[in-house]
């Protein structure tokens, strides 16, 4: 199934991804998903203002420095952090955290996160979730 591209000059949003991030979780409702961790994949992509694509503008590029992006260093952090924080029933819940996390930093408009657990089935390469959230303020981008 496509996704709906984030990157666009007519909205000002750029794509910052993370993709494939395997860690362990410990994740699950079972009570053997409680005695070990898991494999899970992690996917992030948000859309971020962009003050080098205003629509009609001939800005040239912005200051090369690290303050004036979303650092995805910083977003990868997060996910390690969310994630060796306990145990969390539901992929859900864990998707929701990401995505809360990457949405206080007020030049994410948008967040979409996939989370999968790799182990579950012999049969299925993973399951999982995937959700988009936006700022509340924001609701037209």
């Given amino acids: 199934m496509e996704t709906q ?13 993370l993709r494939d991030m395997i860690l362990p979780a410990s994740i699950g409702v079972l009570p053997h ?12 992509d ?13 800005k040239p590029v912005g200051r090369d420095e690290l303050s004036r992006v979303v650092d995805y260093g910083h977003v990868a952090n997060q996910v390690r952090a969310i994630v060796a924080s306990g145990h969390v029933r539901l992929v859900e819940t ?3 955290r990401i995505a809360e996390a990457c949405l206080t930093d007020t030049r994410i408009h948008l967040a979409r996160i996939r989370v ?7 049969d299925a390469t993973s399951a999982g979730v995937e959700i988009e ?9």
């Fill in 5 to 17: 591209r984030i990157a666009s000059s007519a909205r000002a949003l750029r794509h910052v991804f």
């Fill in 33 to 44: 998903e409680h005695s070990a961790p898991q494999r899970v994949r992690i996917n992030v």
């Fill in 46 to 58: 948000l859309g971020v203002e962009d003050d080098g694509a205003l629509a009609l503008s001939r």
């Fill in 94 to 96: 864990l998707a929701e």
């Fill in 116 to 122: 999968e657990k790799l182990d579950v089935f012999p």
């Fill in 133 to 141: 959230r936006r700022q509340a303020n924001l609701s037209t981008r």
